[in-house]
Nanobody, 116 residues
Framework: VQLVESGGGLVQPGGSLKLSCAASGFTVSYYEMSWYRQAPGKERELVARITSAGVITNYADSVKGRFTISRDNGKNTVYLQMNNLKPEDTALYYC??????????WGQGTQVTVSS
């Protein structure tokens, strides 16, 4: 099982990035997939989640209306489209796959830096 994030980088405030989480060893459509982020000195927080049924359960209040989580079952990949980025979105972004009771995997993270 492996999750590989990509798409991070340096972007100016107001810009956009699209993160990808490519999965191998399992089929993402059968699992709850999530994006988390962790900024320096802060706890890791949930950004967005999509269930195995494809119903988006929630977004962090701070990203509602700006971020969109989606899944491409054919590519076995989950995405996070981030628009109107703000400096406070700067963090290491992680992908997570969960299926109760014991399947719980994390990717290695991709850095997003929002700065002028």
């Amino acid at each position: 099982v492996q999750l590989v994030e990509s798409g991070g980088g340096l972007v100016q405030p107001g810009g956009s990035l699209k993160l990808s989480c490519a999965a191998s060893g399992f089929t993402v459509s059968y699992y709850e997939m999530s994006w988390y982020r962790q900024a320096p000195g802060k706890e890791r927080e949930l950004v967005a989640r999509i269930t195995s049924a494809g119903v988006i359960t929630n977004y962090a209040d701070s990203v509602k209306g700006r971020f969109t989580i989606s899944r491409d079952n054919g590519k076995n990949t989950v995405y996070l489209q981030m628009n109107n980025l703000k400096p406070e979105d700067t963090a290491l972004y992680y992908c997570r796959a969960v299926r109760i009771p014991r399947f719980d995997y994390w990717g290695q993270g991709t850095q997003v830096t929002v700065s002028s």
